[in-house]
């Protein structure tokens, strides 16, 4: 079915500021696996590349934090992650660092290819400025008020309250995080990749030749070229990355974003000296998988770097997933909410395939999808202990046990028999077709279909019943149940490799050749298998109510911090106070603002007039469910513009420690316009 030579694939590099996570997992790193093992079972040349993405904002803030260099940081986390994979099975050709000296020249040439080419614009821009630091701050090293929930504590790049994106100059009362003052602005220059000079290219690339691509990925990709796209910076002022190699361009640094996509290349070149046979010869494609908050980078920004460079291909698909969530919310390493790797591997030692089993079984690969333990719990139990591993020890068992692990020949088929072998043919056939086309899950349920075939075909035929009445027929059972069982330890490979070296070390077989999938004679009359040994073994409820355990006191933690974390403001006068309206009114009106999670639009009856409030409340509340609820507002707040709606006035509500939100309601029904005092 591939019509290339050979294939590159990459993976998204995680961040060397903490470890990686089931997320990182089931969105990446374990499809890519499961592809690039599939591939190198058909005997395809693939090379698999990862690394850590170890510059940018996030890495300097810990460093920070810690009071320890950005290098410190990376070099602890790098080592973690790659001894996590590589603990987990993720089969990587090369996992590498972006901080390599490799990596350095590679950036610095692309970059010095492309400002030779005149493909940059460069321009000067104000942004702000730490006059007590003597530094440029990036966005994330600035907060203030969110002007549109007003919650304190946003982001110059984005109000994790209430999810709008920010530009740094929206914040009110911004102060930089570095040293604590009110920065200023200041002209700074600035290297910029048109994206709109691509826009063209872009859309006969993906959308008129890419039609093929998952929904997700052309939907996302069509949506920003449609919206019409805009020069990038390429470069930004910090003293952590890659030097921008041109003069005038001191304490300037490649933005992280064009300087990780170049890291796949360098790690290709670490692995082999000929790293250009796959990046550039029309005869290598290369695929990019990633999770969906990178699909811009690799479907549009990083095409335009290569398209512009003018020597690479250009990915050939980028089957990206969707993410992952934890027991119904959001993975947040911030919160410490997450599954992460290198505790699973000490808490379910030389189990790292049920996880595996698990995330690609879950996998988020065209919606978010949801991990809870229980679910862990119950598909080890009943179907990796209950049907894979049950049949395979039933045939090893009764083969060791009928004929001294040697395999019988088979007599006489009957129609029964035929269909069953006729029916691993065809499984096997639609497990290749699902990897062909990027649908693990599918593919995986084909897989386990094979074994759950195996499983009815002993309930069907009961060899143990008549071992003594027709022992010629037993002969062929279990001919036919070890044909099976040789050919689980081949499509499971892919997905749980682990898993099957031992069924093929059973079988007394190599494993690692696709081409032998669906042979309904793979075991020769006469060949010897080995010993049986158990798969899997049940997971028990004490267990699972550990990693239970362990997630309640997180969000407990949370809890308590969030509510003991928020200081006291400055002491405000009585006059200051007593400036504030704050008048009891009843919601007539409530709807959902398009686009938007947080946000509802209110018609309020405050007992002046009827006006329309944007609350940040709908995650918590839905419409038709706070009609005709009385709330305090201050109703002489200036007009503000949020979503293109005209906001007049502010809902006051009480924030628990979990951070639900409650109306500040009065205990019994008031008249409209009543004073809070």
Known sequence: MNKYKRTIVTTALPYANGPVHIGHLAGVYV?????????RSKGEDVLLIGGSDEHGVPITLKAK?????????????????????????????????????????????????????????????EQYYDEEAKQFLADRYITGTCPHCHKEGAYGDQCESCGTS?????????????????????TTKHWYLPLDKYEAFLKKWILEDHKEWKANVYGQCKSWIDQGLQPRAVSRDLDWGVPV?????????????????????SATKELTPEWEKYWKDPESRLLHFIGKDNIVFHCIVFPSMLKAEGSYNLPENVPANEFLNLEGDKISTSRNWAVWLHEYLIDFKDKQDILRYVLTATAPETKDNDFTWKEFQARNNNEL????????????????????????????????????????????????????????????????????????????TEPWKIIKSDEERVKTIMNISLQITANLAIVFN??????SLKIASMMNIDNSKWINVGEIDMLAPGHVIGTPELLFEKIEDEQIQVQLDRLASTKNFNAMSSKVAVPLKDDVTFDEFSKMDIRIGTIL?????????????????????????????????????????????????????????????????????????????????????????
């Open 494 to 499: 892919p997905f749980l490799p682990f898993t």
């Open 166 to 186: 920010l530009n740094a100059t929206d914040l009110i009362n911004p102060k930089s995080m570095v040293s604590g003052s009110v920065p200023v602005m200041k």
């Open 245 to 265: 190699p041109v003069k005038g361009a001191e304490g300037k640094v490649l933005y992280v974003w064009f300087d990780a996509p170049i890291g796949y290349i």
């Open 31 to 39: 499809p890519a696996d499961v592809y690039v093992r599939y591939l």
């Open 65 to 125: 934090n810690e009071g320890v260099t950005p290098q410190d940081i990376v070099d602890r986390y790098h080592n973690i992650i790659k001894k996590s994979f590589e603990e987990f099975g993720i089969s990587f050709d090369i996992y590498s660092r972006t901080t390599t000296e490799t990596h350095y020249r590679t950036a610095s040439d692309f970059f010095k290819t492309l400002y030779e080419k005149g493909e940059f614009i460069e321009k000067e821009s």
């Open 589 to 677: 009106e409530a709807e959902k603002v398009a686009k938007t999670k947080k946000l509802l639009k209110l018609l309020v009856d405050t007992g002046i007039d009827k006006r329309t409030v944007v609350s940040g409340i709908a995650e918590f509340f839905e419409p038709e469910d706070i009609i005709g609820k009385q709330v305090s507002m201050i109703v002489n707040l200036a007009p503000r513009n949020i979503k293109g709606i005209e906001s007049r006035g502010m809902i006051l509500m009480a924030e628990d420690a979990d951070g639900s939100l409650t109306f500040v309601s009065p205990l019994k029904k008031v008249i409209n316009g009543s004073e809070v005092r």
């Open 385 to 460: 202990v209950a049907v894979l591993g049950n049949f395979v020890n039933r045939v090893v068992v009764l083969t060791q046990k009928y004929y001294s692990g040697v395999v019988p020949s088979k007599s006489i088929l009957e129609d029964f028999d035929t269909r069953v072998l006729n029916e691993i043919v065809d499984i096997v056939k639609r497990v290749e077709v699902s990897l062909e086309h990027f649908k693990f899950r599918d593919a995986l349920k084909e897989a386990m279909n094979l074994a759950r075939l195996g499983n009815k075909y002993l309930a069907d």
